[in-house]
């Protein structure tokens, strides 16, 4: 049965893409790909781009971009979301090429998010390869593990979680229930993953917020880059939704920025990659085993 292989690329809305652009290129360590009046492309790995930063007002969330390893799959899976109901359509040309991907298809979720669907990445010439000054410990991990990670803010979260599991295909990793975490606020969160297993790709929960997204999450393959990158947030004076501490579920150890459009970013490394023949869904009472000390309430 045809199943989504990876999160392949994220796309944000941004009222300021110079904001970005600094930010990305000399803080997280991405490399520009390009950059338009309307748009700003960034890299992480040998593709044409991971994170495409959009103008726009909303500084929000805007597309969650699932990639399938041949055209065959993607064909399969369109048509069993159309049996599910699901109005799923096919993007045009001109979208395919600006997401980078032969072809996409796209459908909205219960939360209100864009999900596409596509496969056949474009990448960059060897002429081009990537290459971030920042990173001093072999660069981030991507590959078929993809971009990261997105924790996605549900409206119900029963209602989002049926869709991504049930609908989507995506299987769940874990829970986390904690409900001392945040004063005043019980962290009630589904972890999900796709075919290349990393941790998860998606995560969702029902919880406060004006935006679509709580965090995007990008790693590194060196815990080094993770400890240089925050000496940098903390000199470009950044601010810092949680300190370095480790998730018990994942077993990554991370910090969360807010990027320039609002939202959080973590940054980390160590990231665990499940083996589904030795895997036990678990229900964790603690959000972080030590630190992530929060300087910044959630956005």
């Not at 920042?134 to 997105?150: A, D, M, P, R």
């Not at 990158?229 to 370095?244: E, S």
Request: proline share 4%; hydrophobic share 40%; aromatic share 8%.
């Amino acid at each position: 049965m045809a199943e989504i292989s990876t999160l392949a690329y994220v796309v944000a809305k941004a009222s300021n893409l110079d904001k970005w652009e600094h930010f990305a290129t000399h803080i997280l360590g991405l490399q520009t790909g390009a950059r338009t009046a309307e748009a700003l492309l960034l890299r992480m790995d040998e593709r044409e781009q991971r994170l495409i930063i959009e103008r726009g007002d909303e500084d929000d969330l805007s597309v969650l971009g699932w990639e399938f390893d041949n055209a065959a799959d993607l064909k399969e899976y369109v048509a069993r979301l159309r049996e599910h109901g699901v109005d799923v359509t096919e993007s045009a040309v001109g979208l395919a090429q600006a997401r980078g991907m032969e072809q996409v298809y796209g459908c909205v979720d219960p939360a209100g998010i864009r999900h596409e669907f596509a496969y056949g990445p474009r990448l960059a010439p060897i002429s081009r390869p990537f290459h971030s000054p920042l990173l001093v410990g072999g660069g981030f991990e991507t590959g078929e593990l993809g971009i990261g990670h997105v924790f996605a803010v549900a409206r119900d979260a029963a209602e989002s979680i049926h869709f991504y599991t049930e609908i989507l295909g995506l299987r769940i990793s874990d829970y986390i229930r904690d409900e001392e975490a945040i004063p005043g606020l019980k962290v009630d969160g589904c972890f999900m993953h796709a075919k290349t297993r990393r941790h998860h790709s998606l995560a969702t929960a029902a919880v406060p917020s004006n935006k679509k997204i709580n965090h995007l999450m990008i790693q590194v393959k060196s815990l080094d880059d993770v400890g240089l990158a925050f000496d940098r947030i903390k000199k470009a004076g950044v601010p810092v939704i949680m300190d370095i501490g480790h998730h018990p579920n994942d077993k990554m150890v991370s910090f969360y920025v807010v990027t320039p459009s609002g939202f959080g970013l973590e940054y980390g490394w160590g990231g665990i990659v499940i083996d589904e023949n030795n895997w036990q869904v678990r229900t964790y009472s603690q959000l972080s085993d030590w630190g992530h000390r929060f300087s910044l309430p959630p956005q």
